[in-house]
Nanobody
Framework: QVQLAESGGGSVQAGGSLRLSCAASGYSYSRHCMAWFRQASGKEREEVASIDSDGGTIYADSVKGRFTISKDNAKNMLYLQMNSLKPEDTAMYYC?????????????????????WGHGTQVTVSS
């Protein structure tokens, strides 16, 4: 079975940085998409960044230029480097994965959903 486990969250001052990690187990698709989502208290869940097997990426406008999504296939790890953090970045951050044979653009154009989810890691940014 596929399991995802996030880590790396914490409290940081505005302008600081954090790197989130997501360890995947029981997951080995030759074609896949992975993503980071976040949900702040009282807010709707938001897709922050996503990446496909070819390294193609998509970022939410709110984090472009500040966050970088990456993966290490050999280690089955997904990362989110978060720089220049703002209070509005405060949220629970979740990693997600899905079989994604045609890449991110196709996946998103079809309105498909991610199948596998972690339990989240809290990020709190103070002003």
């Amino acid at each position: 079975q596929v399991q995802l486990a996030e880590s790396g969250g914490g409290s940081v001052q505005a302008g600081g940085s954090l790197r989130l990690s997501c360890a995947a187990s029981g997951y080995s698709y030759s074609r896949h998409c992975m993503a980071w989502f976040r949900q702040a208290s009282g807010k709707e869940r938001e897709e922050v960044a996503s990446i496909d097997s070819d390294g193609g990426t998509i970022y939410a406008d709110s984090v472009k230029g500040r966050f970088t999504i990456s993966k290490d296939n050999a280690k089955n790890m997904l990362y989110l480097q978060m720089n220049s953090l703002k209070p509005e970045d405060t949220a629970m951050y979740y990693c997600a994965a899905v079989f994604c044979p045609y890449g991110l653009e196709y996946f998103r154009s079809k309105g498909y959903e991610y199948n596998f989810w972690g339990h989240g890691t809290q990020v709190t940014v103070s002003s």
